[in-house]
């Protein structure tokens, strides 16, 4: 059914990681489960929604969710140090509008998510998978491509950024081979807060690329 998205390379869990995501996994966890869910049923009420594949340590999520409280914000990721740091950060500014999916996003896709439910979706310096034989695990496919727009409202809008020249070279080919979305690349947004990884990358001179593609 899926190619995975992602390929773990051993999990480092902190003891307080694991205590945030086993105290808050209730309030800010949403269960995997083989079946479409209304997601709107998920937060305190109906605005709307946009999903993160593959957030990281989550820093960018909680600022984003913090500055933008109309909106909604649906996690995806299977990094558990990760899912653990977010929800320390989610509760301690009492954030309401997030919820978190700890499972490849290709399943969630497949299974509870239904079509045309999604107002945006971010993708924020995924793996670029530098290595040849490796161009198969990128995660910017013409599937990947395929499936959000199924799940995009019309004129729903992908987000992408990397700091991988490359890569930034590899999601212009995928984008010019198909007739999903319309759009490129962009300016920096000042609604993507600058993050601890972002800012290691510019200080090694690799040029970050921002893109944003609409549906048609």
């Known amino acids: 059914m899926t190619n995975r998205s992602y390929r773990l390379r051993g999990v480092r869990i902190t003891p307080a990681q694991q205590a945030a995501r086993d105290t808050l996994w209730a309030k800010y966890g949403v ?17 709307p929604l946009v999903m993160e594949i593959g957030y990281g340590m989550g820093e960018a999520t909680w600022q984003i969710a913090k500055g933008n409280p109309d909106v909604n914000y649906l996690g995806v990721e299977v990094h558990m140090p990760g899912v653990g740091k977010l929800m320390a950060r989610l509760s301690e500014y009492e954030l309401t509008n997030v919820r978190l999916i700890e499972r ?5 896709f497949y299974y509870m998510v239904k079509d045309e439910s999604l107002d945006g979706v ?6 670029p998978w530098p290595k040849k034989r490796h161009f198969k ?16 409202k019309p004129g729903g809008y992908l ?5 991988w020249v490359p890569y930034a070279e590899w999601i212009t080919e995928q984008f010019n081979e198909t007739t999903l979305f319309t759009g490129g690349v962009i300016d920096r947004p000042d609604s993507r807060p600058l993050t601890r990884f972002e800012g290691q990358g510019i200080t090694k001179d690799h ?4 893109f944003m593609f609409y549906t048609k």
Not at 104 to 108: A, R
Not at 159 to 163: V, Y
Not at 207 to 210: K, P, S
């Open 207 to 210: 040029a970050v690329n921002d």
């Open 137 to 152: 695990r990128r995660i910017v496919q013409e599937r990947f491509l395929s499936e959000v727009a199924a799940k995009l």
């Open 104 to 108: 490849d996003v290709f399943e969630v």
């Open 159 to 163: 987000q992408i950024a990397t700091d």
């Open 31 to 47: 269960e995997f489960t083989e079946t479409e869910i209304n997601l709107d049923s998920l937060y305190p009420k109906k605005q």
């Open 122 to 127: 971010n993708l924020f310096f995924p793996d």
